[in-house]
Each structure stands twice: as C-alpha cells, then as structure tokens.
C-alpha cells in the first residue's frame, strides 16, 4: 500500500515564498538530520531494504527534469539506515517508495 501525504496550508503569519512555505510544512513531518527522526516509515522498493524502518528525511535542490528542463526540487525520501554488528550506521539507503507509520 502506498501513502500519498498532501499537505493544505492556510495563510502563514509570515508570507514567504511558495517553496518556503511548502517547506515549512513538511518540516512538521520530515528531517534533515537523520538522527534526529520525527515520522516513521517502512521502505516497500523491492530492495534489500524492503521493510526496513527508516524516516521521512527531506531534501532540498534535489535536481529533477520537468518538461526537458532541468529544475531544482524539494524531495522527500524514507532513509533507512543500515548498521553493523555492534549496532553502528554504516549504509544509509533513500527508498523512494514507501508507506508512513500513523502515530
């Protein structure tokens, strides 16, 4: 099962751009500090991170293509972070497909 999360955002106090406001809101549900997790997810690629527990972790200037153009993105990603026997990370994998955990 796939989760699509859409996020709604009223009028901000503060008016920023359109990607700063998109931004603040996934902060509410995602990380740039891997360690620091705040929403769980579980990785559903087919790889051999399948079912593993990561968190949404957040990207920005990810580089995508729209329309034959190349254009600087805000990507959101499930991190799963691999760890050796005595316990410590050694691989982190980005799992594009995913579903989150509900609290």
């Known amino acids: 099962m796939l989760l699509t999360m859409a996020l709604v955002t009223g009028h901000p106090a503060h008016a920023g751009t359109q990607r700063e406001n998109l931004e603040r809101e996934l902060s509410r549900f995602t990380t740039i500090d891997v360690s620091r997790p705040k929403t769980i997810c579980v990785c559903q690629d087919g790889s051999k991170f ?3 527990i990561g968190s949404l972790f957040q990207f920005r200037d990810a580089i995508t293509e729209l329309n034959g153009v190349l254009v600087s993105a805000t990507a959101v990603v499930c991190s799963v ?5 005595q316990d410590r990370p050694v691989e982190t994998y980005n ?4 579903a989150v955990l509900s609290r």
């Open 95 to 98: 799992c594009l497909t995913f």
């Open 81 to 85: 972070l691999g760890f050796d026997v």
């Open 50 to 52: 399948d079912g593993g």
